[in-house]
């Protein structure tokens, strides 16, 4: 794996021009201007200046108060926007708060959203969430799901969500067309607007219904299941080969979480980038397409370590996790627990971006600091 990451910079540096920080904390002054893309991965991200670019970030909190003329991606427990956004804002976490200007569109995956009053999205909103308040102006349509929605700003285009519950409230001003999907009836509050045609949607039941949900969801834990042996068995086998290798690299998602984050978005969002442009030549087409194959292998092998260093959180607090059979023990605990919370609906989303992000960026984390290691002894 960390020769596929060397790989990917040696094709992306001289494609694609960016700027990487990691660290506990990361952090764009209001005076500094970044004239690249800038990558970000550490425990807390604050962007107060400006980024002449796209925006990608993986952290605990990311708060971005600055300018981003470019997009921002980002993946982190807590997502702030509340500066200027150029292009589209792609966010996955446990709370969004959107109080700033987007010129494009929102996509939101997360267990809480929340668009303030003085929110501007330019574009159509995209979300899947727990529960949404949103309060801005949307000049695009809102299409997605939800749990509880509610809505009280002005929007511009059509609704079209399927939900638990809505609350359209007296503040509201929708100058499309409502249609929504629910078991319940819309709470249209007196004073609101809704300028096209309102249409309410049952959920398709199914042909046996309680029975018929009850083996979906026995199948997909079926599949998790056999998902898990699998992961089981591809770690067993690196616990046999490489045992301190796998032990250091899920020490470093422990010690070094800033800079797993960062190299993590890194190789996960330039990789494909870069073999794209690579395959662009009919020479660099078998090049572009092993680094996208051992792309693929990097991201299903990010569970194997991050299973381990969940493991060992729940095994290791007693005794030193060093054996191999306490290594595979640990391993199979931190995987069940991983697979367990992928079941979550909304969140089960982020924890699979959480756990790649953390898993790829482990693996040139730990070589770095090895290599450091290895000169200071030297």
């Known amino acids: 794996m960390s020769v596929a990451a060397l790989l990917v910079f040696c094709l992306a540096v001289p494609a694609l021009a960016f700027d990487f920080r990691g660290a506990e904390t990361v952090t764009v002054a209001d005076v500094e201007v970044i004239d690249d893309d800038l990558y970000a991965g550490a425990n807390v991200i604050i962007i107060e200046g400006t980024v002449d670019g796209d925006f990608w970030a993986a952290a605990n909190t990311i708060a971005v108060g600055g300018v981003v003329s470019g997009s921002t991606m980002a993946a982190g427990r807590m997502v702030a926007v509340h500066g200027d956004i150029g292009h589209a804002v792609r966010a996955v976490g446990e709370t969004i708060s959107i109080s700033g200007n987007v010129e494009g569109d929102l996509m ?21 969430a727990g529960n949404a308040r949103i309060d801005g102006l949307v000049e695009g349509d809102i299409r997605g799901r939800g749990g509880s929605v509610s809505i009280g700003g002005e929007v511009r285009g059509d609704i079209e969500l399927e939900v638990e519950t809505l609350t359209i409230e007296s503040t509201a001003d929708i100058q499309g067309s409502l249609v929504y999907t629910s078991e319940n009836k819309a709470d249209i509050q007196s004073g609101a607007k809704v300028a096209g045609v309102t249409t309410h949607k049952l959920p398709e ?116 996790v060093e054996g191999k059979g306490i290594m595979v023990a640990a391993l199979a605990l931190g995987l069940v627990l991983i697979k367990l919370l992928r079941l979550v609906p909304y969140l089960g989303f982020f924890i ?22 290895a000169r200071s002894s030297s």
């Open 205 to 320: 039941k199914e042909r046996d219904g309680a029975e018929s949900s009850a083996f979906a969801f026995l199948s997909d834990v079926k599949w998790k299941f056999i998902g898990f042996l699998m992961a089981l068995l591809t770690g067993l086998v690196v616990i046999l080969l490489a045992p301190r290798w796998l032990a250091s690299v899920a020490e470093a998602v422990r010690s070094r979480p800033g800079p797993s984050a960062g190299w993590g978005a890194l190789i996960l969002f330039v990789t494909p980038i870069a073999a794209i442009v690579t395959c662009i030549t009919i020479i660099g087409i078998p090049l572009g397409l092993m680094v996208l194959a051992l792309w693929g292998m990097a991201i299903y092998l990010a569970q194997i370590p991050v299973g381990l260093f969940v493991g060992k959180l729940i095994v290791g607090r007693s005794r030193d």
């Open 108 to 128: 939101a995956g997360c267990a809480a959203l929340d668009t303030a009053t003085s929110a501007r999205i330019g574009g159509d909103l995209l979300l899947g």
């Open 352 to 373: 699979g971006v959480v756990v790649v992000l953390f898993g790829l960026g482990a693996v040139v984390a730990a070589e770095r600091r090895r290599r450091i290691e």
